[in-house]
């Protein structure tokens, strides 16, 4: 499909009050959104519509649109659980991560056969099939779209138990079991979906306190030392009344000229700032050597993550 295809679409389910919205599909990882876009996703969000998406099958570190929106759930995907091991499931290889990521769910794994059934490990489920989109019946997929598919339903069995938009959201995030202890840094968010523990933090109401949305700010500054010079970046954290938010961890990517990306993080304080220093020193004496760029993705308060809207800082030399 195309951009304008999802834009209808979008504008469809809100024009006919759609709870829920499904977004198993991505752009290309240089898909920049278009204003037309960025409105209807903003609508869908101002209409309390709970909107969940595929983050990418590309074994990437970036979380693809729309799943990158700050408006929708990102979900990566684990394989599925084997019944004769005492651990859940795994972050696939084809999965997505990236610090965007909110959730990972199910989306099992064609090439797996944990239970020895002769069968793939995919997710089963009615659907067209691949030769003949008209032609339907139960076929066996894998993917992030399975997973978004699965935390989609469970949006909608808590909306049944009495769940708010935003505390779908939450309880997600609450209810989820840790894939790994650093799931945020390590791009599985806040860890694989947990259907009945999110239905009983919402049945219990033991659910934080809306605090979003948040806004973040990126104060950088340089420690000159000789020809060297060590990047730094005061991280800023209020919410929508401009008021500090302590104690939120703050993630971020961190890229410096000529090295992949770093995942950073730091915590608040009753300030609501937090620095962080992602390199040491950095050489300056060639070129882009000294070029650095920051971007806030996440800010995680009381166990759920929020997105600020693409907050970056760099150095024109990056270019």
Not at 44 to 56: F, K, L, S, Y
Not at 183 to 195: A, H, T, V
Request: hydrophobic residues 40%; proline residues 4%; aromatic residues 6%.
């Amino acid at each position: 499909g195309t951009e304008l295809d999802l834009i209808e679409g979008l504008w469809h389910a809100i024009d006919n009050g759609a709870s829920i919205i499904n977004l198993s599909l991505t752009f290309g990882a240089d898909y920049l959104p278009s204003q037309a876009l960025s409105a209807a996703l903003a609508a869908a969000r101002d209409a309390g519509i709970v909107m969940v998406a595929a983050a990418g099958n590309d074994s990437g570190t970036t979380v693809l649109w729309p799943a990158a929106s700050p408006y929708v759930v990102a979900v990566g995907a684990t394989t599925l659980h084997n019944s004769n091991v005492s651990h859940r499931g795994d972050v696939t290889d084809y999965s997505n991560r990236g610090l965007a990521i909110d959730i990972v769910a199910a989306g099992g794994d064609n090439d797996e056969d944990q239970d020895r059934n002769g069968h793939g490990d995919g997710v089963v489920a009615e659907t067209y099939s691949p030769t003949d989109p008209t032609s339907f019946g139960l076929w066996s997929y894998a993917g992030t779209s399975q997973a978004a598919a699965l935390v989609s339903g469970t949006a909608a069995q808590l909306l049944a138990a009495g769940a708010s938009p935003f505390n779908v959201v939450a309880a997600l995030q609450v209810g989820a079991q840790r894939v790994d202890k650093n799931c945020w840094s390590n791009g599985c968010g806040s860890g694989e979906l947990d259907i009945e523990e999110s239905l009983e933090a919402v049945e219990d109401s033991d659910l934080p306190t809306a605090v979003g949305p948040l806004y973040t700010s990126v104060l950088p500054w340089m420690d000159t030392r000789g020809s060297r010079l060590a990047p730094s970046f005061e991280i800023a954290v209020v919410d929508s009344d401009g008021n500090p938010v302590s104690r939120a961890r703050v993630y971020a990517q961190a890229w410096k000229h000529g090295e992949s990306p770093s995942a950073e993080t730091c915590t608040t304080d009753t300030n609501g700032t937090c620095t962080m220093t992602p390199w040491g020193r950095v050489s300056t004496s060639t070129g882009n050597n000294g070029a650095f760029a920051v971007q806030v993705t996440t800010a995680v308060v009381d166990d759920v993550g929020h997105h600020p809207t693409s907050l970056m800082f760099a150095t024109d030399g990056l270019a």
